[in-house]
């Protein structure tokens, strides 16, 4: 905790003096900004048009370019006018204001003073105030040597914008002679974005061309080629129409995959991996999902897939580039959290064990709450990507309010994908609670574990959903057996509010919500591990208060855990902006609510209320929170950096 909870009094921790201070430092920088004034602009240029277009043409007038330009005189000025007013109208025209019309008008200010001369010029510009009638409040213009010599003024009246009328797009070769021709001509009528009666510019009609082109390369056809394309345009009907063929090429379906950059591990690994078979016809998205899944293996610092198109189309080859990682990896970590205080961490990965081939990961793991020291050994894929895996655990955590010692061992399967997760595996669990009178158990379950990932985007999801199922049955090890089911849920969703196709969903506020449950279904004189049991409250949990706080609540104050699990929260997502535009930060306002029990009928919430902040920072996502525990009345500062579902 910093400084909250636990009825410790707040002090504001050191760190954030130094963070205080620095950004103090910063801002006096820049404030001072010794950087040197600029030299005066040969001219100012002055736009009036409707808004959209004053700023076209302001960002990409080729006029602009000669503004700093010192030396530049009259007869050269007039030079660029020329040309200006012909790019003017080119510019209006990517707009789709073919029949606009452009004056330019120069407003001569005479040449500027040089500094330190008291000489004024006889001649005095429109606009310009003696400084002794500036009214107060106000600032007299600049001297002389800071304007500009010349005004130049460009006047547009826009006219009518030239519309579509009318759009025809084709598709003809290979595809023709396939059963994807009406699926694909469907897709690029239906994704077309230029639709008759929109406003014609040369910015989106180049874009819907290459648009058209990605989604037809992207499925099937990946050599497709733009054959013929043409815009008409009718500047006396104000229409435009728009004409486009793409030329499909062959039909394209994987085969062998080509490996290069291996030497610890045998190519059939990434193969394996890949899981792409020869003759699967060619998408985009298969190819990538196949690079990413051969990527998060673990055995490989980097991968890239290419489709061969060189040679036979309907057994096209798959080159993959690897780079493996190394054999030995030792990592030192340090960090902190809220939840559990300051955190050491040390893990020893070898990837290709000696004789069994496989990867072990050693883990050490010290931190206020939990001490533990695992290792796991994970097995190369097969061909439908199913992984064996066997792991063991030595832990001793703060649970409830005794220290439990605990052992558990595991052995099944495992299957990860991109959106799913799946595993099957045996676990052994013993655990002594230090409680008095002490509590010694020890079960043994199968055990089934099921995840779906549906955001839009990870690690910041702004839509979706994430639901992760456990079931289990087992049995009580020790002088009696007795069987039990033990079952666990959870989801996450992000719903955003008054979302338009105008508007991205980083901008958009949502509201984010999750549930979680579990239940024991067993004889009530059954002692189970407290390990398979449930305790909640945290960071990630129930907010307000501290990790593993919420329990059942025994007669002499103390704290177990129980047989039931309900959870949920609810949190309104405000994104932050600044100038105009959505920052990296969101506000946050939620409430919490969590109960565990020994019986489903006496599950009673204790809620959590309170505002914080999201911050979308490179290493991943961090929360700020302080909530407060209405059951302890309590204020607690939560944080937490990344997700994981």
Do not use: C
Request: charged share 20%.
């Amino acid at each position: 905790m910093f400084g909250f909870g636990r009825g410790k009094p707040a002090h504001t921790p050191a760190f954030l003096w130094l963070v205080w201070l620095l950004l103090f430092t910063l801002g006096s920088a820049w404030a001072a900004d010794p950087r040197p004034s600029s030299p005066p602009a040969a001219f100012d240029l002055q736009v009036d048009a409707p808004e959209t277009l004053r700023e076209h043409l302001l960002r990409h007038l080729d006029l602009q370019q000669y503004r700093g330009l010192q030396d530049l005189d009259r007869e050269e000025l007039d030079r660029l006018l020329g040309s200006a007013h012909d790019n003017a109208l080119e510019l209006l025209a990517t707009q789709g204001y073919f029949g606009a019309q452009v004056g330019l008008r120069v407003e001569d200010h005479g040449a500027p003073s040089a500094p330190g001369d008291t000489d004024q010029p006889t001649e005095t510009t429109a606009g310009r105030t003696d400084p002794a009638t500036v009214p107060p409040g106000s600032s007299p213009a600049p001297p002389a040597a800071a304007r500009p010599r010349w005004t130049i003024h460009l006047t547009v009246q826009a006219g009518e914008p030239v519309r579509i009328s009318r759009v025809t797009l084709r598709l003809q070769g290979e595809i023709e002679a396939t059963n994807a021709l009406t699926a694909q001509q469907k897709d690029l009528d239906d994704s077309w974005g230029l639709r008759p009666g929109s406003i014609f510019t040369q910015a989106a009609w180049d874009q819907a061309k290459t648009e058209a082109l990605r989604r037809l390369s992207a499925n099937r056809f990946p050599t497709s080629r733009l054959l013929h394309s043409e815009a008409a345009i009718d500047t006396d009907r104000h229409e435009a129409v728009l004409s486009l063929t793409l030329d499909s090429g062959p039909d394209y379906r994987f085969g062998t995959l080509v490996v290069e950059g291996t030497r610890l591990h045998d190519a059939e690994l990434v193969r394996r991996l890949a899981q792409i078979p020869p003759g699967t016809v060619y998408t985009q998205t298969r190819l990538l999902e196949a690079q990413q899944r051969v990527a998060d293996s673990g055995y490989f610092d980097s991968v890239f897939m290419s489709l061969d198109t060189q040679g036979d189309p309907q057994n096209a080859t798959v080159r993959v580039q690897v780079r493996e990682a190394k054999l030995h990896k030792w990592v030192l970590g340090l960090g902190a959290s809220t939840d559990s205080g300051a955190r050491l961490s040390s893990e020893y990965t070898h990837r290709k064990l000696p004789w069994l081939g496989w990867r072990a990961i050693n883990k050490l793991s010290l931190d206020r709450e939990t001490k533990s020291l695992g290792t796991e050994l994970t097995g190369q894929p097969d061909t439908d990507n199913w992984r064996n895996v066997t792991s063991a655990q030595l832990q001793r955590q703060l649970g409830g309010s005794a220290p439990v010692n605990s052992l558990s061992l595991k052995a099944g399967r495992t299957k990860t994908e991109e959106r799913y997760d799946r595993n099957v595996y045996l676990q052994y669990d013993h655990a002594i609670t230090q409680s008095v009178p002490r509590e010694n158990a020890s079960s043994v379950s199968a055990n089934y574990a099921w995840t779906r990932r549906n955001f839009n985007s990870l690690p910041f999801p702004t839509q979706g959903f994430g639901l992760a199922v456990e079931l289990g049955a087992g049995v009580t090890l020790g002088a009696q057996r007795d069987p039990y089911l033990r079952s666990r849920a959870r989801i996450l969703g992000f719903v955003p509010v008054g979302a338009s196709p105008n508007r991205s969903l980083a901008s958009t506020p949502r509201l984010a919500w999750r549930a979680e449950g579990g239940a024991i279904a067993a004889r009530s004189q059954v002692v189970l591990p407290s390990t398979q049991r449930f305790l909640t409250g945290g960071d990630t949990t129930v907010r307000g208060y501290g990790y593993r706080e919420i329990g059942v609540e025994q007669a002499d104050g103390s704290l177990s855990a129980g047989r039931y699990l309900a959870v949920g929260s609810l949190e309104w997502q405000q994104p932050l902006r600044s100038e105009g535009r959505t920052t990296a930060w969101d506000a946050a306002v939620f409430v919490d609510a969590g109960a565990v029990a020994n019986q489903a009928s006496e599950l009673k919430a204790k809620v959590g209320v309170g505002a914080g902040a999201r911050w979308r920072s490179p290493v991943g996502p961090l929360a700020v929170d302080l909530a407060w525990g209405v059951a302890t009345r309590r204020l607690r500062l939560h944080l937490n950096l990344g997700f994981s579902f």
